[in-house]
């Protein structure tokens, strides 16, 4: 497709949302007609999803469930809002793709990585990202910050697991780094300004 896609991956806290806006704010200095995104959630039906992926009164929620209902949202989000964009020579800058499920499903789950993977290619017809910025945080930074920007000490149904889960999600995160050449990690207990400068810089060299 003619378009460029940037991923901005990581745990909760990592400062995802926050990077992303600083880099479409750039992008649009550029001229290269940025588009921002999110999943889960970025669509109307998607919202819904969202909801209950979310919700911490759907604890009971299997892992299997859990890895349907994102790919759900993906599939209506990449047709609905990434593959036009990326047609029209958009660049797409998506706050998480499907890294995220490999991450928290394969690794944090414990769910058999080939078929997450399996499951999320064929949701988005194979479409992979040009670029994958992760942002890398200890979990339990990354979790404090979370809560205390959401005003809520125990967080969403996500942020409310155990501790070892988030550390199982980030080393799947920094296992997928090693693997692929289009990840890009970054410390993401700098400054968010430090942050952002070697983002542009990454973007700059690679895409521009």
């Not at 991450?103 to 992979?128: F, K």
């Not at 999600?169 to 296992?175: C, D, F, I, K, S």
Request: glycine content about 6%.
């Amino acid at each position: 497709m003619p378009g460029n896609f940037i991923t901005i991956e990581g745990i909760e806290g990592a400062g995802k949302t926050t990077q992303q806006r600083l880099l479409v704010e750039y992008l649009e200095e550029e001229q290269m007609a940025p588009l921002a995104t999110r999943e889960p959630g970025d669509t109307q039906i998607g919202s819904r999803i969202r909801e209950l992926l979310l919700d911490p009164e759907n604890s009971s929620m299997t892992a299997r469930a859990e890895i349907l209902l994102y790919a759900a949202d993906r599939a209506q989000h990449f047709s609905e809002v990434i593959r036009p964009a990326l047609d029209k020579g958009r660049t797409v800058v998506s706050d998480r793709y499907y890294d995220s499920n490999i991450a928290y499903q394969g690794y944090g789950r414990r769910l058999d990585i080939d078929m997450v993977r399996d499951i999320n290619y064929w949701a988005v017809s194979g479409c992979h990202p040009d670029l994958t910025i992760l942002l890398d945080i200890s979990p339990v930074l990354g979790l404090k910050r979370a809560r205390a920007l959401a005003g809520d000490d125990l967080g969403d149904r996500l942020e409310r697991e155990e501790i070892s889960f988030h550390r199982r999600v980030r080393a799947g995160y920094l296992r997928l780094a090693r693997t692929y050449d289009r990840f890009y990690v970054i410390d993401a207990e700098q400054s968010a300004e430090a942050i952002q400068r070697r983002i542009r810089k990454v973007v700059k060299e690679r895409l521009l």
